[in-house]
C-alpha cells in the first residue's frame, strides 16, 4: 500500500520519529485506512483533530466523529 495521503498535514506523520518508527511503518506506510486520525481526516478540517490523538484510538477518534 502507498503511503498515507495526509501524511504532508499530518501531526502524528511530521513528529519525533524515533519515537513513533514502528506506528509509522505499521499505519502511515501500509494500512493507513486503519488509523484514527486518518478517520477524524475524513469528517474533521485537520486544526481540529486533537495532536494527541494516536493511529491505534480508533475508538476516540469515532467518538470525535460522532460529536461533530
Ligand atoms: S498518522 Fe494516520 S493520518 Fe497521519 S499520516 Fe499516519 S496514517 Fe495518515
Known amino acids: 500500500m502507498d503511503t498515507c495521503i495526509h501524511h504532508n498535514r499530518c501531526v502524528f506523520f511530521n513528529g519525533p520519529a524515533a519515537a513513533t518508527k514502528s506506528t509509522k511503518q ?4 501500509n494500512h493507513y ?3 484514527a486520525r486518518f478517520m477524524t481526516f475524513q469528517h474533521i478540517a485537520p486544526d481540529k483533530i486533537p495532536i494527541d490523538l494516536l493511529p491505534n484510538q480508533r475508538v476516540r477518534a469515532a ?3 460522532s460529536n461533530i
Open 26 to 29: 505499521q499505519y502511515c506506510m
Open 33 to 35: 485506512a486503519d488509523c
Open 63 to 65: 467518538q470525535l466523529i
